[in-house]
C-alpha cells in the first residue's frame, strides 16, 4: 500500500485539509466541545494522538478541514476502515452546523477522487456531518 505520509495538505479551491497536529490546538478542542461537552486538551491530545498513529499504520487518514480565506478550522474528514483487500472503507466529514453545502459538496469530491486513487476498487461507505437533501443525492451517485 502507498505511503500516507504525503497526503497533506491537500487544498481544494476553498479548503485545506491538513493533519490535525498542524492546527491550533484550542481551535480542535472547541470544535471537539460541540460533540463532546467533557472535550479538554488531554481527550484531545490522545485523540489526535491516536489519529496519528492509525495514519502512520495505515489504518485511516484523518485531517482537519480550514476555509483557506479567513483559515478559520471548519472540521475534519478523512477515511477509516482501511485495509490491504480494499473491502469497505468509510469516508466521513464532521464539520461545523454552517459550513455551505457547496463547501462540503467540495470537500466530499477531493476526499473521493483520492480515496478511489488509492482503493480502485472499493466500494466506499459515507458518513458526512451535517447532511441534506442534496448532499445524500450526491452521495448516491458514486
Known amino acids: 500500500m502507498k505511503s500516507f505520509e504525503g497526503i497533506h495538505p491537500i487544498l481544494t479551491n476553498h479548503l485545506r485539509l491538513d493533519w490535525l497536529t498542524e492546527f491550533k490546538l484550542q481551535d480542535v478542542i472547541d470544535f471537539q466541545k460541540k460533540f463532546d461537552k467533557n472535550a479538554d486538551i488531554k481527550s484531545t491530545g490522545d485523540f489526535i494522538n491516536e489519529a496519528m498513529k492509525d495514519v502512520m499504520r495505515q489504518k485511516a487518514l484523518l485531517w482537519g478541514i480550514e476555509d483557506k480565506e479567513n483559515h478559520k478550522f471548519m472540521g475534519m474528514g478523512g477515511i477509516a476502515n482501511i485495509s490491504e483487500d480494499d473491502t469497505a472503507p468509510t469516508i466521513y ?50
Not at 464539520?95 to 486513487?117: F, P, Q, V, Y
Open 93 to 142: 466529514i464532521q464539520a461545523i452546523d454552517s459550513m455551505d453545502t457547496g463547501l462540503e459538496l467540495e470537500l466530499i469530491n477531493r476526499i473521493h477522487i483520492l480515496a478511489k486513487n488509492y482503493w480502485p476498487t472499493a466500494k466506499f461507505s459515507y458518513n458526512v456531518y451535517p447532511s441534506n437533501a442534496e448532499i445524500e443525492r450526491h452521495l448516491k451517485l458514486y
